[in-house]
């Protein structure tokens, strides 16, 4: 029999190897990549609150960064926004009592993916310093067009993390009680 703290361990592994492998599942519609990585995130943040969520972010894109692009000056750069979504999904999350409805589950990934849209821009900035790949205008002037794609895939991910985080906790109480 597993003890809860371990059951959390397996369940923080599962979900960053989760994020590591839809990383590579992406849909390029042109304007923007529609991709579920981070949606292992927003569930354990949903799940098991701020720090896991952002554990799990952080583990999970520091693994993605390594094995897609090995290890570079902005590795730890490109970590901070996707454990800054888990954070804030699971602190809201926990705020909540962990008993989000769907909309307030829709608000909470639309604000942090706003957030998460601020904190890109200098990552995609210092990047472009540092390899000069992105221009000055394509850095700040497409901040608009981030923003907005980011609040439209975040309430497609909201779509799929509510009845998923939903189902998996009614699943892990009925484990508990059996333990």
């Known amino acids: 029999m597993m003890n809860q703290r371990t059951r959390n361990i397996v369940l923080c592994g599962m979900f960053t190897a989760l994020f590591v492998v839809l990383s590579y599942v992406e849909v390029d ?8 990585s981070s949606l292992p995130v927003v569930i354990s943040g949903l799940l098991f609150g701020p720090v896991t969520g952002m554990t799990v972010g952080l583990t999970g894109s520091f693994l993605q960064q390594l094995l897609q692009y090995g290890f570079a000056p902005t590795t ?15 602190y809201y999350s926990k705020k909540n009592n962990y008993s989000l409805n769907y909309r307030q589950t829709v608000l909470c990934m639309v604000v942090s993916s706003i957030f ?3 904190a890109n821009t200098p990552v995609i900035f210092i990047d472009s310093k540092l390899y000069g790949y992105y221009s000055f205008e394509y850095v700040f ?27 998996l906790k009614r699943q892990l109480s009925g484990m508990s009680a059996a333990v």
């Open 29 to 36: 519609l042109r304007v923007f990549k529609l991709t579920f």
């Open 76 to 90: 730890l750069l490109w970590m901070i926004p996707v454990g800054l979504r888990g954070f804030l999904v699971g």
């Open 116 to 118: 998460v849209s601020i």
């Open 141 to 167: 002037g497409g901040s608009v067009a981030r923003f907005i794609t980011g609040c439209a895939v975040a309430v497609i991910l909201s779509a799929v993390a509510y009845p998923v985080a939903t189902a």
